[in-house]
């Protein structure tokens, strides 16, 4: 036997051997020195025994190879230690590719970046049509390519387009697809996986292995039409343009030559900033499934599991009402929402039952299970149907007032153990809550919006909240599948706070005379995914100038007093939001173009400010801003507060957060 912490191998008695992995010290099996190790062990080992043929598999039940330990490969530092790395891989899997028998893989489970590239280098790939069977090359996601064979030997596979697009989306697909995408040879029952990779592994004995696909042939014209997409829509990433090189370069030379262009081009971004700043940012997403409450209270977790919640009450059945109310019902909550006239309620459903079609259109489940999702959805207009519920989440009006009123009444009617809580964005939970007969049981709960599309949740706890009622909330917002931050109550939270001073601070510009598409362009370039305007825009001129109030209200020193959405909301410009088309920007079907009217707002002069100045003022302010959160104890860490920049306003995750960017640069 090898190492039988990572792989193990055996020979059965029909001559077929076994490679298999099963790292006992994980839930997954990942690539590292010890495991490239063990693997040419057992290689080696078999290779010395009279085997007919060679099946690869894994112990594990749901995850076959997830790929290569990023904190191994984020320590890379130099291009020389990148090319190593990736050679390393390459003679590695080389020994499968020209191993004496047949290789089968045999693959259940999760088989990512560095373990679909193993199988590659087998002769025949078999998967489990399980649904944990996702299969795929996800590396440019976290900002490097496929550095162990996957740009040159998935083309001759599938050809040089079809490997482009699969490497360029970064997705694992499942089995049944990745299966006719042509990623792997043979779908089977998970059951009778190993049993039908052996009968292959004989076949292919008997007959020999199958001949290998030549190089693929490259078409300029495609080459040259990805790399304009790919700068477009992937600005400041360098990933993309190396994977098209290597496959473009790969194409017409030997699998040798191709291996070693790619082994060049990973050096060169796995030892980049841009790679290293994504795989921090991929640590930072994974910490959330460790998340607890600790860090907040005093008070030990209990030794038991926090009570769960089962029935959900929404209040307000506007666009965060029903999204809220529609998500808690995906995830097998029974849901019952309320508003004050009937015909809202209706409207609320209606939008519930088009969310879930569009699931079931999009292939997200299937229409037995949006018809059931859009059953346990309950429409009222009366306050007595929370009565039995275990957590109610308001989304009505951002207003104090009527939001205190609301939980005096809720507090006459919920059980003593129900959690009151508010999808407020920026009002302080302990003024929203100051009614509540049961203060230690209320909390916020901000889901942004769209609320099936944005995986982030500011849990904000207030003065009064409870160890208790934390620790359910959290585990709440765990089995809905988001993605939490906790933040203490302060004016605005993170999200909100840090975002406006950033929109004001643009608009602060406009009304110095710089442009609208300067301001938007400068920001794009850097790397966010549209400009301030044009955000403004999205969001709602409306919501931006009553935020904007807000946030004058609680920091009248700092904030800024731009009067531009003042005056466009008097002049009917609410941006894009719930069908406007005029804002900072005029939208036409999928066309927008700069708004003329708004030149009757503008300063005469025209400033001219460079795109650099442009992006540092901006991102200045977003940097102060953060940290005086962070100083402030609105938040534990400045890793927590870049988690929620990046998955809250579209922070650019090439940059890392706003934080380690701060930090890189001397800023922060």
């Not at 060049?264 to 460790?290: C, P, R, Y």
């Not at 025209?606 to 005086?628: C, F, S, Y």
Request: hydrophobic share 45%; proline share 5%.
């Amino acid at each position: 036997m090898s190492n039988p912490a990572t792989v193990s191998h055996s020979v059965d008695a029909d001559g077929i051997g076994w490679i298999v992995f099963d790292d006992p010290t994980s839930r997954a099996n990942v690539f590292n020195p010890p495991t490239q190790a063990a693997l040419r062990a057992a290689v080696e080992a078999l290779a010395a025994q009279p085997v007919k043929a060679v099946v690869v598999t894994s112990g594990k039940e749901k995850i076959f190879i997830a790929g290569a330990d990023l904190k191994w490969l984020g320590k890379i530092a130099t291009p020389a230690e990148g090319k190593d790395a990736s050679r390393g891989g390459h003679a590695l899997f080389g020994l499968l590719d020209n191993f004496k028998v047949p290789v089968v893989c045999a693959i259940h489970g999760a088989c990512a970046g560095g373990g679909y590239e193993l199988a590659l280098a087998c002769h025949w790939r078999v998967a489990s049509d399980a649904k944990e069977t996702v299969i795929g090359l996800p590396e440019v996601g976290i900002g490097l390519i496929p550095g162990w064979g996957g740009c040159a030997r998935l083309p001759r596979l599938i050809g040089a387009k079809a490997a482009v697009d699969h490497i360029l989306k970064a997705q694992l697909l499942p089995a049944a697809e990745a299966h006719k995408a042509g990623l792997v040879d043979e779908l089977v029952p998970a059951t009778e996986l190993k049993a039908r990779a052996k009968a292959a592994a004989l076949k292919l004995a008997a007959n020999g292995k199958p001949a290998r696909a030549g190089a693929p042939t490259a078409d300029a014209t495609f080459f040259a039409e990805q790399r304009k997409i790919a700068a477009s829509r992937m600005r400041g990433q360098p990933a993309p343009a190396a994977v098209l090189e290597a496959v473009e370069k790969g194409a017409g030379v030997s699998l040798d030559a191709a291996l070693e262009i790619e082994a060049s081009l990973f050096g060169e971004i796995a030892a980049g900033d841009v790679a290293h700043n994504m795989v921090h940012v991929f640590f930072l997403k994974d910490a959330v499934k460790k998340l607890t409450v600790d860090a907040w209270f005093q008070k030990p977790a209990e030794a038991v599991a926090p009570a769960p919640f089962r029935k959900i009450g929404v209040i307000g059945a506007g666009v965060m009402g029903s999204g809220i109310a529609q998500w808690c019902a995906a995830r097998g909550y029974s849901v019952v929402m309320r508003d004050v006239k009937p015909e809202f309620v209706e409207r609320g459903l209606a939008v519930i039952k088009g969310l879930f079609d569009e699931a079931a259109k999009r292939g997200k489940m299937s229409a037995d299970a949006a018809a059931q999702g859009a059953a346990r959805v309950q429409g009222t207009t009366e306050l007595a149907a929370f009565a039995d519920c275990d957590l109610v989440v308001e989304a009505i009006v951002e207003n104090v007032a009527a939001k205190q009123a609301l939980f005096a009444e809720l507090s006459k009617v919920v059980r003593a153990d129900c959690v009151l809580a508010s999808n407020t964005s920026a009002l302080p939970i302990e003024e929203l809550a100051a009614t509540a007969t049961q203060p230690g049981r209320t909390i916020g709960i901000h889901f942004f919006n769209p609320v099936s599309r944005m995986p982030l949740i500011e849990m904000v706890l207030s003065p009064h909240t409870t160890r208790e009622t934390a620790d359910r909330v959290l585990a709440f917002a765990k089995h809905l599948g988001k993605t939490p931050v906790i933040c203490r109550s302060s004016p605005g939270f993170l999200v909100t706070r840090v975002l406006f001073f950033y929109l004001n601070a643009a608009c602060e510009l406009w009304e110095q005379g710089v442009p609208t598409d300067t301001i938007d362009r400068a920001m794009r370039d850097w790397g966010w995914p549209m400009g301030p305007m044009r955000l403004i825009d999205e969001v709602g001129v409306d919501v931006t100038d009553f935020i904007y109030g807000e946030m004058k209200h609680y920091f009248p020193a700092r904030f800024g007093s731009t009067s531009v959405c003042g005056q466009m909301l008097a002049a009917g410009m609410k941006g894009r939001k719930n069908g406007a088309s005029t804002g900072f920007y005029v939208y036409d079907g999928g066309k927008e173009a700069l708004n003329p009217a708004m030149a009757s707002f503008a300063p005469a002069a025209v400033k001219t400010m460079d795109a650099q100045a442009i992006a540092e003022h901006l991102n200045g302010v977003m940097i102060a801003e953060t940290k005086r959160v962070l100083d402030e104890g609105v938040l534990k860490t400045a890793d927590d507060a870049d988690f929620a920049l990046l998955m809250g306003t579209g922070f650019p995750a090439f940059r890392g957060g706003l934080m380690r960017y701060a930090r890189a640069h001397r800023r922060g």
